[in-house]
């Protein structure tokens, strides 16, 4: 089945462009590749999003605060040690906290990708215990981030520092999708939506320049 999106380039500021399709292989590659994104689902209809501008993080941009120092040296990293069960644990801690967009739903559809190797984790761990991290998908040189999460200080910003350690070197761009503050201190930045969308078109298409995503570290 074919999945035709509207051309980004004419989606609102912040508002859905798009109602409908599914959380399919086919369907999310369609939309990312194309600069969108599910976010939600309202009667497990995904709801698309485009935003102007979008937030970026080129890795060598990666802001180490002397603040953080002490938590790369407390935490152990592994990259795609237990994906599917990372995206389960953004759920179940986002749903400690308040309601998620992390459906069960969501959580199936981007495990599935796991086994496509598509989709990629960044764990941290403190005491071979998993306290936060990030995950997303990795599509030629770009990665496109999904999901941030700690259970202990500063967990999900050591995970974002041994990610752009690790691509510095591949001439990749993190799609950090909407802004906050959050990723702003660690040097993500916005650029209007039309300079993303060129980017994305050269990237998606080039190979990313390594053999297996969890050896990188």
Not at 45 to 58: G, Q, T
Not at 80 to 94: A, L, M, P, S, V
Not at 98 to 109: L, S
Not at 144 to 155: I, R
Request: hydrophobic content about 40%.
């Amino acid at each position: 089945m074919d999945y035709i999106f509207p051309n980004a380039l004419n989606a609102p500021v912040s508002d859905p462009m798009a109602y409908g399709g599914d959380l399919s292989k086919e369907c999310l590659m369609s939309a990312y590749s194309n600069g969108i994104f599910p976010w939600f689902l309202i009667e497990k209809m995904p709801v698309w999003f485009s935003p102007d501008p979008r937030c970026v993080l080129y890795p060598n941009d990666f802001r180490l605060h002397k603040s953080l120092k002490s938590y790369i040296k407390k935490y152990n990293v592994k990259f795609d040690k237990n994906t599917k069960e990372f995206i389960n644990f953004c759920r179940q801690e986002r749903l400690k906290k308040d309601q998620t967009w992390i459906t069960k739903e969501f959580v199936k559809a981007y495990s599935s990708l796991v086994d496509d190797g598509i989709v990629h984790s960044v764990e941290v761990y403190e005491n071979d215990i998993l306290v936060g991290g990030l995950y997303g998908l990795i599509i030629g040189k770009m990665f496109c981030g999904e999901s941030m999460v700690s259970s202990s200080k500063n967990a999900s910003k050591v995970a974002l520092y041994h990610l752009c350690k690790a691509l510095n070197n591949f001439d990749f761009l993190i799609d950090c999708q909407v802004t906050n503050p959050h990723l702003i201190f660690m040097g993500a930045k916005e650029i209007p939506r039309s300079e993303y969308l060129q980017i994305l078109s050269i990237k998606k298409t080039q190979k990313s320049g390594f053999d297996k995503f969890g050896n990188l570290i």
